[in-house]
């Protein structure tokens, strides 16, 4: 355990060594992006409001509000790519003896594309298969009692950006996970061992990232993550799991390389 708090307190001075470069980054996002919200809640509305509901805003700041937090959300999502490389440097650093990490130029130009293209499938299945789905079958569950659907526009947009956010970070998974355990971070029996602690992480994020307070939308964001969770186990599976610290590297023996614990 020990060991393991000063890995990761190595690695998290890394990070704070980098701060201003991505504090620098993240407020140029925000910055560049705050402009784009006004159209963007716009294309919102008209995608997945459903017809009949009415958007409105209950205090004079909330429109503001809202676009700087879309804001803020677009600046994490430029900066985190840039927290990934400095992670994976730290890592790197930390581990170059215990654990190689088995990867090239080109793996890492893939690595990156393949990124990219499941981001952007996350975000597309759930703005233009799960939410409006989901929505209409909210707004049609309360129209059959005779109540008018009068959404806060703070609240819906919060809704359908900070889903559609998730759902692109959760479709990261298969990739991540096989990159930890192929390179020895993580194994796969770990993983397996503790799905139910991971579990209870699931709810915790899906809890925090809904702006309400209701179960439904928490288990709308919490059962596919959990699906997509096991889907990945699955991938990691059959590609096959790699452990750098099982078996002895033949090319160190033979040159009589010894690796230090």
């Given at each position: ?114 990124a990219v293209v499941m981001f952007i499938l996350g975000i597309s299945y759930a703005y233009f298969l799960m939410l409006p789905l ?65 579990y209870v992480l699931i709810m915790i994020i899906a809890a925090t990232v809904t702006p309400g307070a209701d179960v439904i939308s ?44």
């Amino acid at each position: 355990m020990s060991e393991a708090i000063e890995n990761l307190s190595v690695i998290l001075l890394t990070l704070r060594n980098k701060l201003l470069v991505i504090a620098g980054v993240l407020i140029t996002g925000i910055l560049l992006s705050f402009q784009f919200t006004g159209p963007l809640i716009e294309r919102m509305k008209e995608d997945l409001l459903p017809e009949g509901a009415k958007l409105v805003y209950v205090s004079p700041l909330e429109v503001m509000m809202l676009q700087l937090k879309l804001s803020v959300i677009i600046g994490l999502l430029i900066t985190l790519p840039l927290i990934a490389f400095y992670t994976y440097r730290a890592i790197s650093k930390r581990y170059s003896v215990q654990v190689p990490i088995s990867i090239g130029k080109g793996q890492f130009v893939v690595l990156g594309i393949g990124a990219v293209v499941m981001f952007i499938l996350g975000i597309s299945y759930a703005y233009f298969l799960m939410l409006p789905l989901f929505l209409k079958y909210l707004y049609m569950d309360a129209a059959s009692s005779g109540v008018t659907a009068t959404y806060s526009i703070f609240k819906f947009i919060s809704f359908v950006a900070s889903g559609t956010a998730m759902f692109g970070l959760v479709f990261e998974l298969p990739i991540v996970l096989t990159f930890l355990t192929r390179n020895g971070f993580v194994k796969y029996r770990t993983l397996v061992t503790y799905r139910k602690h991971l579990y209870v992480l699931i709810m915790i994020i899906a809890a925090t990232v809904t702006p309400g307070a209701d179960v439904i939308s928490q288990i709308m964001l919490a059962v596919p993550m959990v699906v997509f969770f096991e889907i990945s186990l699955v991938i990691v599976r059959i590609l096959g799991v790699k452990n750098s610290l099982s078996k002895p590297d033949p090319s160190a023996a033979a040159v009589g390389i010894t690796r230090r614990n």
